[in-house]
């Protein structure tokens, strides 16, 4: 009861896989890139994480592990749509996502936490 009281978040989950070749530099500059959002784009929590490359991640009988993950929370689905269209956000797919990432491996979900 009192659960159902309290505010849930929306957390924003993303994984990509990268093209061959991109530099650690690239994935940390999306990082940075998304990270440099949180105050026009109103995050209450942001973190960004790299794949291990672990054995049972990269041989997995479902398919290999994404390059990396982050995940932004926002306090309602408006400013997640906000958020999803905001001007900047476009620039920072366009900019350094796009560029860097394998065709198809982008996997992504929204849901309250």
């Known amino acids: 009861m009192i659960r159902s009281l309290i505010r849930r978040a929306i957390r924003h989950q993303v994984m990509i896989g990268v093209k061959e ?3 650690e530099s690239q994935i940390s500059a999306v990082k940075d890139a998304l990270a440099a959002l949180s105050g026009k784009c109103k995050y209450l929590n942001f973190a960004f994480g790299y794949d291990l490359k672990l054995p049972s991640g990269q041989n997995h009988p479902a398919g290999k592990n994404r390059a ?3 995940y932004a929370d926002f306090a ?3 400013d997640y749509d906000a958020y999803a ?3 900047d956000h476009i620039k920072v797919i ?3 996502i796009k560029p860097i990432m394998e065709p198809g491996s982008r996997a992504a979900i929204q849901f309250q936490c």
Do not use: F, I, L
């Open 21 to 23: 070749g991109t530099s």
């Open 76 to 78: 309602s689905v408006d």
């Open 85 to 87: 269209k905001h001007p």
């Open 94 to 96: 366009e900019d350094c």
């Open 68 to 70: 990396c993950t982050w």
